[in-house]
């Protein structure tokens, strides 16, 4: 076997492609789309690469065959906000083959130690964590939209080479055909009655007001929680919301203000993969009209919370469940959604883990985040102290 950088077209090609050779009867990866992957690596495109870097490599077999790929990255807004200098790796896909996967490691690990990093986290996104960010450990059902979706045996790939857990990230699903218990509603209707109180849906007529909004709780929501926390960039928003603009529905993105100030917020997308499973990772002509065709015809009957936050002076109020009550009449007039996926939350936040719990959705899938230490005699430390006994968790 051999490992080769990726430098030009025919081996980004190799590396864009190698997904669908290993996943071509796996009925619930969805391909993502070819330009998705080339503008994460693109420096003009992706704005992390102001304030860091990447690679990327595939490994080849005896016949010239790509068996693995692999991303290295770093981002020096968070070198130090961590008791570790840790880069990533993500984009990781492989045969079941110890000796492909742990080269595919070990050249990842060399250049980020090349860079003066002394640790590497993975698999993770070169960019947010709505995407590509964690690896399946519990749930290989259907991929949403947004989460990653990786063969069973990565699992061992990552934990033999020396990963070790750093924070595990739940997945709850909500069936609409099942009633919400009683005092949830109780609740959410008390916080939608009361003085102060009020609530309203994005509309893009006023895009600035609501990203503000959403930096605002989401900064001062994540400060307390997060030890590495990163003020979250209003031009990062704008470039989501514009991207995702041919299936966002505004009235699944809903904010609560007390006295007029912005104190919550919780973004639902379509999830498209039910759209995007069809396409195979390509978006030409043909594609398009195919996606507003099975769009227009109500394919998609599952929505996935995206992200969500609530300032710290608001968090067990009720307000989250002011939301959902907004939502409720929302979907009066979308039959055809049938279900919610709230994803993800940390096994460190209790308080959200609660709250999906409260709305009667059961534990569907768990991801967990690495973390490889280069000196093995350095103490590993995990994210946050672990504040959720998984096997408790309905569903488990």
């Not at 993502?32 to 870097?53: E, L």
């Amino acid at each position: 076997m051999k490992i080769i950088p990726v430098s030009d077209r025919k081996t980004e090609k190799l590396f864009i492609d190698l997904p669908r050779r290993l996943y071509r009867n796996d009925p619930n990866f969805v391909m993502p789309f070819n330009n998705d992957i080339r503008k994460a690596f693109n420096r003009d495109k992706n704005s992390y690469f102001s304030h860091g870097d990447a690679r990327r490599w595939i490994v080849l077999d005896e016949k010239g065959k790509t068996v693995g790929r692999i991303a290295a990255f770093y981002d020096n807004n968070k070198d130090q906000a961590d008791y570790v200098k840790s880069g990533g790796c993500g984009f990781f896909e492989c045969i079941d083959d110890r000796q492909a996967a742990f080269l595919l490691f070990d050249t990842a690990r060399d250049w980020l130690s090349k860079n003066s990093y002394e640790a590497m986290t993975g698999p993770i996104n070169f960019g947010e964590s709505d995407n590509n960010w964690g690896c399946l450990v519990h749930g290989f059902v259907p991929q949403g939209f947004g989460m990653t979706y990786n063969l069973p045996y990565y699992r061992q790939l990552f934990e033999t080479y020396g990963f070790k857990l750093y924070y595990r990230q739940f997945s709850f699903h909500l069936d609409l055909e099942k009633p919400f218990p009683e005092r949830f509603w109780k609740i959410a209707e008390w916080i939608n009655k009361r003085p102060g109180y009020s609530f309203r849906h994005f509309d893009y007529r006023e895009t600035e007001k609501f990203v503000q909004d959403m930096v605002s709780v989401h900064d001062q929501a994540w400060k307390e929680l997060k030890a590495d926390f990163t003020p979250m960039n209003p031009d990062t928003v704008y470039d989501v919301m514009n991207r995702a603009k041919p299936i966002i529905d505004p009235e699944l993105i809903w904010f609560a203000y007390y006295n007029d100030e912005p104190i919550a917020f919780f973004v639902f997308f379509p999830d498209a993969n039910q759209i995007f499973r069809h396409l195979n990772g390509k978006l030409h002509l043909i594609n398009k009209i195919r996606f507003v065709i099975m769009k227009k015809n109500k394919t998609i009957t599952r929505l996935r919370g995206i992200v969500a936050g609530v300032v710290p002076k608001f968090q067990n109020s009720g307000v989250e469940s002011g939301i959902f009550w907004q939502l409720r009449e929302v979907m009066e007039h979308r039959k055809h959604i049938r279900e919610f996926e709230l994803s993800w939350v940390g096994d460190f936040n209790p308080k959200m883990i609660s709250l999906y719990m409260a709305t009667g959705a059961y534990h569907a899938k768990t991801h967990h985040t690495y973390r490889y230490l280069f000196n093995p005699d350095q103490k590993f430390i995990r994210f946050m102290p672990e504040a959720v006994d998984e096997s408790k968790i309905p569903g488990y």
